[in-house]
């Protein structure tokens, strides 16, 4: 590949509960990275109030900036471009970002890059801190597997800003059954990080739950499995036996883990993949990080545990290369709430 010109990109990220700046220098080098997490706010509702989520985001922003910028010891003057996530997210949410964005970019004369949210979780594995050793950057072609709160899907990625989708759930996202399920074994929220502490005194072999296969497809189905365990608690409650929370957890955490290693594995090979790469919240996941680096047919690339959830050093690394290759975006760009990454 062509040298890619250097820059430094200042990212601002509002797609759901996080109000995120970053500043990060030639799409890997991270310079500074701030996040207001509402995930206190929201958790007295149990899960994401979008209209609260925007009023945060608009009392967060302005700060969030002046701190990322002070982190760097840099200011506006010192950036070559401006990126802000497009979409996916709550529109409310979006919005706010995109209008800071678009009256910085206007105030400073910068060019201004919209950014797919998923295509910034899968640029997360480009992302190190300044100052530390600088990893490999992921080779193509690769085989992504995004898994967030709103998305499962396995992507083949060809180039940079090059995918093909290859499948998605067809009901909930793995993150979206790490939260439901929690809420049913009264965990709390955010699900995933409730499940994996109780898991980890729990025995994954105690229940068998189903796996959906969705055989000949990269498809992926978890509502199946949601309603599995929603049927032991049921059975559970009738037999007037406390909760086993804990085999609970482990249990259905194993059968997402083994469907998504599984199927990213198999995809890999039919497509010829050199190195696979797991992105979005649910990669935050222990039991799933062991399982990917427990295997040497494929190198693995899975984020810091910083850059797994919502941030905007993920937005600045995917800008950086919408700028570098020239993708730049118009003041008059909106927000896209629903952006399939292909
Ligand atoms: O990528 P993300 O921060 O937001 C979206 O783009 O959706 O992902 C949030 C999701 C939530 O469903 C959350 O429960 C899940 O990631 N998550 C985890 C873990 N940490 C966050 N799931 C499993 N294990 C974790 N440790
Ligand atoms: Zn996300």
Partial sequence: MTELKP??????????????????ENGRSLL??????????????GGVYPEVASRQHILAIIPVIEQALAESHLTLKDVDALAVTRGPGLAGSLVVGMNVAKGLALGTG????????LEGHIYSSWVYNQGESMPAAPQFPLMALL????????????????????????DDAAGEAFDKVARLLQLGYPGGPAIQKAASEGDPNRFRFPR??????????????????????????????????????????????????TKTIQAARQFGAKEILVAGGVSANQALRTTFKNQNEFPVHI?????????????AAAGYYRFALGHTSGLDMDVLPTWPLS
């Avoid at 820059?7 to 990060?24: G, K, Q």
């Avoid at 060809?158 to 093909?164: E, G, V």
């Avoid at 199946?224 to 909760?243: D, F, I, M, P, S």
């Fill in 32 to 45: 500074a990275s701030s996040v207001a997490s509402q995930m206190e706010v929201h958790a007295r509702f």
């Fill in 147 to 170: 898994v967030s709160g709103g998305h499962t899907e396995l992507d083949l990625m060809t180039d940079h800003l090059t995918y093909r989708r290859l499948g998605a759930t067809l």
């Fill in 303 to 315: 984020p810091a545990l910083s850059l797994c959830t919502d941030n905007a050093a993920m937005i």
């Fill in 110 to 117: 910068l060019p201004l890059v919209g950014v797919n949210h």
């Fill in 212 to 261: 959906a296969w969705m055989e000949a497809t990269h498809n992926f189905s978890f509502s199946g499995l949601k309603t599995a365990v929603l049927y032991q608690v049921r059975e559970l409650e009738q037999k007037g036996r406390g909760l086993p929370v804990a085999d609970l957890a482990a249990s259905f955490q194993a059968a997402i883990v083994e469907v998504l290693f």
């Fill in 7 to 24: 820059a430094r990109i200042l990212a601002i990220e509002t797609s759901c509960d996080e109000t995120a700046c970053a500043v990060l």
